[in-house]
């Protein structure tokens, strides 16, 4: 007998015209919905939105509708759907990085339940709650869960009609690293859990059995503990599978160890280079970064094959109007070939934001904008304006359609056809966003 149907929604960003951002698939989906259906009880009915490419069934009742939120855009998107939900009578529960960090008050408007934490403790407790008919208004965190005693996501629940080729699977949770910016490192506060390699392939085995052998493994930084990526990358190697995930520079220096990811099965690796400036490392704790031997990382890299992807910032305090030409020359010189940047967020909740708020220098709290793509905030060494043209123009001039080829005209890492139609597939869709204003990554 069904205890009630749950609609859990992962809602798109909004636009410049604060219009929902929709296009055709879904690139790259999240884990946090799968992960949340396969930790719901079988007597509930549950259906995963990608809202990003697929319509939200506002007609159907549900009991419970679940929202999560991803940045600025994304919660206030997650507002505006659970104040229509609350109208039409559903129970409407919200949680995740950006609801935890944000101020309680502003969610309570919206939300009748407000998770906080990570949601392998409070959701469990929630629905018994929600059966028993005891709901409390919030559900604290009382114990980090344990990461190796998760089930395998429910990929079932995607619809394969919304979504591309790419699956999501977690290795690692966290990072251990103090990045000031962060709201990874502030929500998991700087904790680093690795999951059981059996369980790692198992839910490798899940995600393919979904249809796809094209992996993206969500960590926020799978390279930190190198031990544990041997053995890993060892496991994968039999999976034959093809996959791509997030970072530290620092493995650019073990030639094993990227020899073994790319037999694995490794494609593209994503690094948070930041900045090219001493001082703006300093202005965000990220000093163990090395900008003199950025190149020499990435070459190194690719010379195993393994191509680049780079997250940079602006509007750090050691940024001056050259930022802007110095960077498109860095990342055209080093032929980057997925590269992502963002004006510095201070995001609600991590040290960057209380330090620049404690300075007075956030003028504007419209957290819309909080997407990266904003200047919220008066920057050291230029004007806010000059920092947002500067951002976008940059973006432009990079994304152009003769610096796309390029940059990937000669790469030289060892992709093969598909992955490189990949990557100009991305570059071609950011480009696009880029024209319409959408600050790329962020869908």
């Known amino acids: 007998m069904s205890s009630g149907k749950i609609l859990l ?56 509708v679940g929202l999560t939120g991803m940045g600025g855009a994304g919660v206030i998107r997650a507002y505006q759907i659970a104040d229509e939900f609350r109208k039409k009578g559903s129970l409407v529960v919200m949680g995740g990085i950006a609801i935890t960090l944000f101020d309680e008050e502003m969610t309570r408007e919206h939300a009748d339940v407000i998770i906080k934490g990570e949601a392998e403790d409070t959701w469990p407790r929630f629905l018994g709650d929600f059966k028993r ?45 103090p990045c000031t910016f962060c709201s990874i490192s502030t929500f998991f506060e700087r904790s680093y859990r690795k999951r059981p390699i059996e369980q790692v392939v198992r839910d490798v085995r899940a995600a393919k059995a979904s249809g796809s052998k094209y992996l993206a493994f969500i960590d926020d930084n799978i390279g930190v503990d190198f031990a544990y990526c041997k053995q890993l990358w060892e496991a994968l190697i039999p999976e034959k599978i093809i ?30 280079v930041e900045t090219l400036n001493e001082e703006s490392l300093t202005h965000i704790d990220k000093e163990w970064n090395d900008p003199i031997n950025y190149s020499k990382s990435f070459a190194n890299i690719r010379k195993h094959g393994i191509d680049i992807s780079t997250e940079m910032i602006l509007g750090l305090d050691g940024d001056d109007e050259h930022v802007f030409e110095r960077t498109f020359e860095f990342l055209m010189a080093n032929k980057i070939s997925v590269p992502r940047m963002y004006i510095l967020t201070p995001v609600p909740g991590t040290p960057m934001f ?24 008066e920057p050291k060494k230029m004007s806010a304006e000059t920092l947002q043209n500067g951002y ?9 359609t003769s610096n796309i080829f390029k940059r990937l005209r000669t790469n030289p890492a060892k992709l093969g056809l598909f992955m490189r139609g990949f990557v100009l597939g991305t ?15 962020i869908v």
């Open 427 to 441: 570059n071609l869709i950011y480009q696009n966003h880029i024209k319409r204003g959408i600050t790329p990554g």
């Open 9 to 64: 929604i992962s809602p798109t960003g909004l636009d410049k015209n604060n219009q929902p951002i929709i296009q055709r698939k879904t690139y790259l989906p999240g884990l946090t919905m799968p992960q949340l259906a396969a930790i719901t009880p079988s007597e509930f009915h549950v259906r995963c939105v990608s809202e990003t490419s697929e319509p939200i069934p506002w007609n159907e009742h549900w009991d419970i």
């Open 354 to 377: 209380e330090s620049l708020e404690a300075e007075g220098r956030i003028f504007d709290y419209d957290y819309k904008k909080y997407v990266g793509g904003a200047a919220v905030f």
């Open 133 to 177: 008919n005891e709901i409390k208004p919030t559900y604290e965190m009382e114990q980090v869960p344990d990461i190796c005693s998760f089930p395998p996501p429910a990929y079932e629940k995607f619809n394969r009609k919304y979504y591309g080729i790419w699956r999501p699977v977690q290795a690692t949770r966290g990072c251990p690293f």
């Open 392 to 400: 976008w123009n940059l973006y432009k001039k990079l994304y152009a």
């Open 243 to 272: 996959w791509i995930s997030q970072c530290s520079l620092q493995i650019a220096q073990h030639d094993e160890l990227l020899k073994l990811a790319y037999k694995s099965g490794c494609r593209i690796l994503s690094f948070g």
